[in-house]
């Protein structure tokens, strides 16, 4: 274990306040940060990404843990603070100083690696969707990312659920989403408005004959007008209603009460149409 200086130490010493307009809140307690680095497993010599480190807690609890570490930060204010924890850890942390919504991951840090990260709230849902969408086997061995609540609720939950829609299928349909810890709006500098959870997902086998973006078309037209039953909102997918009747899924439901593996089934039969 290397002895890391407080946080709070390291804000003040480089005059990190958090800024609104990049979605920063940043975690200071440490015991939490090493709990967060420990969700993927035994990290030891293994491939760590970060997006947004900030003033570098989560980075360094990676570290601690034994990964290589390779941050992505957007805020240049953050970059010296970075910089003083690389020197903690010779040869183990590469930082890059760019937006990550640019970023081609692959390229970048190999395949198999493990994304850790307390995510930018503003960005956080659109870097999920696009590692969602990635070539499958994705680059990525496991995804621990923090989400709000809410979100980290639409990851993860099933039909019936207020929460289910076009995110849980996305998260669901080739892969294994669990919020793996609740965190308290408190823990953060400065505290959010609302409480946040860490969403930890592994990929799984992707179904044969499915296309992603059949299934995409379908749900984006069905939880688009969730209110509506599905021969409504899916009629202007062509060939949807006539794979419904023949898979036996009532034309009469609405998105919400329709499980993933029937989505999947229905993206399968206009997949090979």
Request: glycine residues 8%; proline residues 7%.
């Amino acid at each position: 274990m290397t002895a890391l200086p407080p946080l709070r130490e390291v804000i003040a010493r480089h005059g990190l306040t958090a800024t609104k307009a990049l979605g920063q809140n940043f975690l200071l307690d440490r015991q939490l940060l090493a709990r967060i680095a420990a969700i993927p497993g035994d990290l030891t010599d293994a491939a760590a990404y970060e997006v947004g480190p900030g003033p570098g807690g989560l980075t360094g609890a990676l570290l601690d843990a034994g990964a290589r570490v390779t941050a992505v930060e957007r805020d240049r204010r953050c970059i010296p603070a970075l910089a003083e924890l690389g020197d903690l850890f010779p040869g183990r942390l590469t930082v890059l100083e760019d937006d990550a919504l640019r970023i081609d991951e692959e390229a970048l840090v190999g395949r198999g690696a493990h994304v850790v990260s307390n995510l930018p709230y503003n960005v956080g849902t659109a870097l999920l969707l696009r590692w969602l969408a990635a070539e499958w086997r994705p680059w990525w061995a496991s995804l621990t990312l923090m989400f709000q609540k809410e979100v980290a609720e639409r990851i993860v939950a099933g039909p019936g659920d207020e929460a289910y829609g076009r995110l849980a299928v996305a998260a669901q349909w080739r892969a294994s989403p669990r919020i793996a810890l609740p965190v308290h709006r408190s823990a953060f500098v400065p505290p959010p408005k609302v409480a946040s959870a860490v969403v930890h997902i592994v990929p799984a086998d992707a179904p044969e004959g499915v296309d992603h973006a059949v299934l995409e078309r379908l749900t984006a037209a069905a939880f688009g007008q969730r209110r509506k039953m599905l021969r409504q909102s899916l009629k202007g997918v062509p060939d949807a209603l006539d794979a419904l009747a023949s898979l036996g899924i009532a034309a009469e439901r609405r998105a919400e009460t329709v499980s993933v593996a029937e989505w999947i089934a229905l993206a399968a039969a206009l997949s090979s149409s």
